[in-house]
């Protein structure tokens, strides 16, 4: 399966090639139905831990990515969007028509009356609005990137840069100043009939030193891995480094299950782990859950978690990573027996998540 997705997908080689300072950043136009817009800043003080701003304009054909609950209208007239930290929240997810509460412009986008997103590469500006949480954020991205998926038939796009925040953020009337490191992201995709991913995990931490770990799988309805990655990019030296081979992700620990409001059952992550070694370098991180997690990523949440890295021997640790995952696999690979668990590493040299 991986095989196949180095056949339709570029994003490996543009990984080991120097920055394109061209990059496509547009609203829904020509074939290009289905828009993401991501801002994500990990390693905020407490209580923060983190702050997201994810849009997805136009709900996709994929399990992981579609969300059935925001619908109103039609799916390509759906914005689903999610705007969090780490304490409770109720607005959090907000769902739009694009005809009857968005106003997309060239190098500008509102949503409602409460989120505007406006500039164009390098700079952005997010302004939100809104009696639980209001930002000001001025985004700054730097010609640092990764590329997670770049179609050779020009199907879909999605993109990440490096990126420095400045601004303020205001929860519940109390105001925190924010001058952080973040991860700016873009995506576009025709609407595809369909596309059999149904699971997704994506975390960010912020090292020390300017330096950003990113890591991500994705699997299929058959639990088939599509992509495991491990991306380190630092920002002092410029440069941006990817591994996805012998990447490893495996859950030790899950919450009770949980039932979305999409009516997918889904168990949430409460202890993991990533790893990775080959001749040259290992990393190796251990992660738990802050228990805060919130739905309305597509499919499935967002929350926060502790960690513990360990890069070529250095290890260092910290309390606010940033985690996305969605699990809309048939139960019967998300509850894992042991015996099925020693079977799976011999069909799968991979390990999956396993119910305890």
Request: glycine share 6%.
């Amino acid at each position: 399966m991986q095989l196949l997705m180095n056949l339709v997908d570029d994003s490996k080689q543009l990984n080991q090639a120097q920055f394109p300072f061209k990059l496509n950043y547009h609203g829904p136009k020509g074939r290009f139905k289905i828009i993401h817009q991501g801002l994500m800043i990990p390693g905020l003080p407490a209580p923060l831990h983190y702050f997201n701003f994810l849009t997805i304009i136009g709900q996709p054909n994929a399990p992981m990515l579609r969300n059935e609950y925001a619908i109103k209208h039609s799916a390509l007239d759906t914005v689903s969007l999610i705007s969090s930290i780490s304490p409770h929240m109720v607005g959090h997810f907000n769902a739009y028509s694009v005809a009857d509460d968005c106003d997309f412009e060239q190098n500008q986008f509102k949503f409602g009356e409460r989120e505007c997103l406006k500039g164009s590469i390098p700079h952005f500006q997010l302004i939100r609005s809104d009696e639980e949480l209001s930002v000001n954020l001025h985004i700054n991205t730097q010609p640092i990137i990764s590329h997670f998926t770049k179609s050779k038939f020009g199907l879909f796009d999605h993109w990440s840069l490096m990126c420095h925040c400045t601004g303020e953020i205001i929860y519940k009337g109390q105001s925190y100043s924010i001058n952080h490191l973040g991860s700016f992201e873009y995506a576009r995709a025709m609407n595809l009939p369909y596309l059999p991913l149904c699971f997704f995990t994506y975390q960010i931490i912020n090292l020390n030193n300017q330096r950003q770990l990113l890591l991500a799988q994705i699997r299929n309805n058959f639990n088939q891995i599509m992509q495991s990655r491990i991306y380190l990019r630092d920002l002092t030296n410029h440069t941006s480094e990817m591994f996805d081979e012998q990447v490893y992700f495996k859950v030790h620990r899950v919450y009770p299950k949980v039932t979305t409001p999409n009516q997918q059952d889904m168990y949430l992550p409460r202890e993991f782990e990533w790893n990775f070694k080959n001749s040259n370098r290992s990393i190796v991180v251990n992660a738990q859950s802050r228990g805060d997690y919130k739905f309305g990523l597509a499919a499935g949440y967002v929350g926060s978690f502790k960690y513990q890295v360990e890069i070529d021997g250095i290890q260092e640790s910290g309390e606010s990573g940033y985690c996305e995952y969605i699990d809309c696999r048939p139960l019967k690979w998300q509850e894992r027996n042991n015996q099925e668990k020693i079977l799976d590493k011999i069909l799968n040299p991979v390990p999956c998540t396993l119910k305890k």
